[in-house]
């Protein structure tokens, strides 16, 4: 999400990540956008993480190709 607080995004908010594939089958595949969303999809893929004393490295994969579609970094 962008960083929010109270629902709106703010700069100084907190950033949300969700990441899930469970029921995916299930769903009607009808996404409703909104304003704090800053990334979706609805392929299969993995997440992948590495961290270590200073840093945070998240990436997002499609299953089918391997490809890294979403990723960041995080700093302390």
Same mark, same amino acid.
């Given at each position: 999400? @962008?960083?929010? *607080?109270? %629902? +709106? @995004?703010? $700069? $100084? ?8 594939? =469970? %029921?995916?089958?299930?769903?009607? #595949? ?7 969303? +800053?990334?979706? $999809? ?8 590495? =961290?270590? &004393?200073?840093c945070?490295? *998240?990436?997002?994969?499609?299953? &089918? #190709? #391997? +490809?890294?579609? $979403?990723? *960041?970094?995080?700093?302390?």
């Amino acid at each position: 999400s @962008c960083p929010m *607080f109270q %629902g +709106k @995004c703010i $700069d $100084d908010g907190i950033t949300h990540v969700l990441i899930g594939m =469970a %029921g995916q089958s299930l769903d009607s #595949d009808i996404y409703y956008p909104v304003v704090w969303s +800053k990334y979706h $999809d609805q392929q299969f893929g993995y997440t992948t993480i590495f =961290a270590n &004393r200073t840093c945070l490295h *998240f990436s997002y994969h499609h299953s &089918r #190709d #391997d +490809k890294i579609v $979403d990723q *960041f970094i995080l700093q302390k």
